[in-house]
């Protein structure tokens, strides 16, 4: 199966904790991205990597740290977690370019406490 | 910075009727997305355009660049077109896709 893949599909973790999210994608793409939706169901970009090399980074803050062993995963690090990091993260890929349409794994719903 | 901004907010709508989402843009935007978000969290994609009209079942998207919209037309809604639905652009800058706030339908009997 060709698709976008998270683990886990939920995470709930105590303040000051640290926490990984992983993402693997089947598609063959060269770019992934991670966006956070809260609470309001908003959706904004965090990340974006392309054969490794972080392209996008928005104004997040410095506890969040992307990770990319390959052009196929992109995990999420977070130290020492917030309570407004609670969210569902989403991972997407695509090809790069600006005419790329991105497909999105299932998401990682955080919960902290 | 960019912004999208979506309409409506909620939207509510009897099996077999139909209506039509729209998404302004503030910027010029290369390309647009319409995702479903379903009852599991799940975005699924419905549509991609960087110009004109595609049809998909009952589903109809457009994109007009240069009047900075796009918009979603559902006919004949069904109880499973429930959820909540979203565009998303790409601007000229690169491919990160700005979200509009999303519209949430609920399809009655």
């Known amino acids: 199966e060709t698709a976008v893949f998270q683990t886990p599909n939920y995470h709930v973790t105590q303040v000051g904790n640290e926490v990984s999210f992983n993402c693997k994608q089947t598609l063959g793409h060269d770019t992934m991205y991670w966006y956070k939706q809260d609470s309001k169901k908003l959706l904004k970009i965090m990340f974006s990597?392309?054969?490794?090399?972080?392209?996008v980074n928005e104004t997040v803050p410095r506890r969040f740290s992307p990770q990319s062993s390959d052009k196929a995963h992109l995990n999420l690090r977070i130290k020492s977690v917030e309570p407004e990091d609670s969210a569902v993260y989403l991972c997407?890929?695509?090809?790069?370019?600006?005419?790329?349409?991105?497909?999105f794994g299932p998401g990682t719903r955080l919960t902290v406490l | 910075g960019d912004q999208v901004e979506q309409s409506p907010s909620a939207l509510s709508l009897h099996e077999g009727t139909g209506s039509a989402l729209r998404c302004n843009f503030t910027t010029t935007m290369r390309a647009v997305q319409w995702f479903q978000q379903n009852s599991r969290g799940s975005l699924i994609n419905l549509f991609y355009l960087a110009s004109g009209t595609k049809e998909n079942g009952r589903l109809k998207s457009t994109f007009n660049s240069k009047e900075s919209y796009s918009t979603l037309h559902i006919r004949d809604a069904q109880l499973e077109d429930s959820g909540t639905y979203f565009c998303a652009a790409n601007n000229n800058a690169g491919a990160k896709l700005t979200f509009g706030g999303g519209t949430r339908l609920t399809v009655r009997p």
């Open positions: 997407a890929s695509s090809w790069r370019g600006y005419y790329a349409e991105q497909f």
């Open positions: 990597y392309n054969n490794k090399q972080l392209i």
